[in-house]
């Protein structure tokens, strides 16, 4: 038997029996969010792709390099950062396609309706879910980036190739890999809030990541105005927070890359402009 007590001058609670249930907080929702998120086989698959595709990566260059016994000292300070950043090219591919699953999911197997009910406001939970993704991802991202140090330090002992700590723009290399990836990772998640679909949020946001660059890179041979575009796009301008010693992640500085932080921060400003579409679809569209 159910009762429902007012009192004057204090919020009204619903009473099952003995038990009162409070309304559904922002820090309830996040906690719901982890639940979900962590009970997945398929998070945890991902997660430790993304991690052994950024440690493989970097241990496949550190043994090209000491094979190579590459001695030049100019070399050495570059090449140190790229072996331990580069992973970062196979940890994206992971990450994007869990960003995406995060809300397409719930979309594919109807729960977003059992989400909704229990935060018709809408928002808070996309917020609750942005915020666990994004925690995960920095903490994933950071282990990824410490591991392919350590387990390429003994690699490259010897070879004269190191990595200087104390250098300002070594830091902000190291720094931009969880940056970047955090970053892409968001991307792909408001691609995914917008299309609601799995295998369309993944097609558009790999090719957003992969065929996009390719194409300006194409046409750069031909025309002088792709390349002052290409810098421009999400990945293309992103990468430049890493880049280091005339490299960026995927190949050469060329005189229209833009500057490591206006690139990173381009990228953010796509992934804001995605959100708030995101978010104005997401009150407006039903379940």
């Known amino acids: 038997?159910?009762?429902?007590?007012?009192?004057?001058?204090?919020?009204?609670?619903?009473?099952?029996?003995?038990?009162?249930?409070?309304?559904?907080?922002?820090?309830?929702?996040?906690?719901?969010?982890?639940?979900?998120?962590?009970?997945?086989?398929?998070?945890?698959?991902?997660?430790?792709?993304?991690?052994?595709?950024?440690?493989?990566?970097?241990?496949?260059?550190?043994?090209?390099?000491?094979?190579?016994?590459?001695?030049?000292?100019?070399?050495?300070?570059?090449?140190?950062?790229?072996?331990?950043?580069?992973?970062?090219?196979?940890?994206?591919?992971?990450l994007a396609v869990l960003g995406a699953l995060t809300i397409t999911g719930e979309y594919s197997t109807g729960m977003i309706r059992s989400t909704f009910t229990a935060a018709p406001r809408r928002l808070p939970a996309l917020w609750a879910k942005l915020l666990v993704l994004t925690v995960v991802t920095v903490v994933v991202s950071v282990v990824g980036l410490v591991l392919s140090y350590l387990l390429t330090l003994p690699l490259l002992s010897g070879t004269g190739v190191s990595l200087d700590l104390g250098d300002s723009e070594t830091v902000r290399a190291l720094a931009g890999v969880p940056l970047y990836l955090t970053a892409v990772t968001l991307l792909a998640f408001t691609i995914g809030a917008i299309m609601?679909?799995?295998?369309?949020?993944?097609?558009?946001?790999?090719?957003?990541?992969?065929?996009?660059?390719?194409?300006?890179?194409?046409?750069?041979?031909?025309?002088?105005?792709?390349?002052?575009?290409?810098?421009?796009?999400?990945?293309?301008?992103?990468?430049?927070?890493?880049?280091?010693?005339?490299?960026?992640?995927?190949?050469?500085?060329?005189?229209?890359?833009?500057?490591?932080?206006?690139?990173?921060?381009?990228?953010?400003?796509y992934v804001v402009a995605l959100l708030a579409l995101a978010a104005v679809l997401m009150r407006r569209r039903d379940a």
């Open 1 to 94: 038997m159910s009762t429902t007590t007012l009192t004057a001058g204090a919020p009204a609670t619903a009473t099952v029996g003995h038990a009162t249930r409070p309304g559904v907080t922002f820090g309830r929702l996040v906690v719901a969010e982890w639940i979900k998120f962590r009970s997945l086989r398929s998070t945890w698959w991902t997660l430790a792709l993304a991690v052994v595709g950024m440690v493989g990566i970097s241990l496949i260059f550190a043994i090209g390099v000491r094979a190579s016994a590459i001695t030049a000292e100019e070399e050495n300070s570059m090449l140190g950062v790229l072996v331990i950043v580069f992973g970062y090219s196979a940890a994206q591919l992971a």
């Open 196 to 269: 609601r679909h799995s295998a369309g949020a993944i097609t558009t946001t790999l090719g957003v990541m992969l065929v996009v660059p390719m194409v300006f890179n194409i046409l750069g041979v031909f025309f002088t105005w792709a390349p002052r575009v290409g810098a421009y796009m999400p990945t293309t301008a992103g990468e430049q927070i890493m880049s280091f010693g005339g490299l960026a992640g995927s190949g050469m500085v060329s005189d229209v890359s833009l500057s490591p932080w206006m690139g990173i921060s381009l990228l953010g400003a």
